[in-house]
């Protein structure tokens, strides 16, 4: 009879119970095999952090309760207009252009 090895005390590296934090991402269609930000679902190899996505009101939710959100995919842009991150009225807000973000305007300020 082989010799039973002991159960691993550590989880795999892919697996999402050794991940630092879940970080939560929006997909704007069902079959989107991406969230918005393009970012791969599943494990960070650099961060250690694991990578979901849900659909808006579900990404909403998990904001909600205090889970870690994608800041992109938290924008304005990627929600259609709103956004549950606090920004002082004075900040800027970041459009897209292509799928590139434009932290502000590029016009000067007038007064």
Known sequence: ?????????????SSPA???DVVHHLYANAGDLLPYCGV???????????HTGHDRDTLLETVHFGLPGCVTC??????????PLIMDDDEEVITFERDVPVWGD???EVG
């Open 1 to 13: 009879m082989p010799a039973q090895q002991p159960p691993s005390s550590s989880p795999s590296p």
């Open 40 to 50: 791969i679902p599943g494990p960070d190899a650099v961060t250690g952090d694991w």
């Open 106 to 108: 590029d016009e000067p």
């Open 18 to 20: 050794s991940a630092r």
């Open 74 to 83: 938290l924008s304005p842009a990627a929600l259609g207009g709103f956004t």
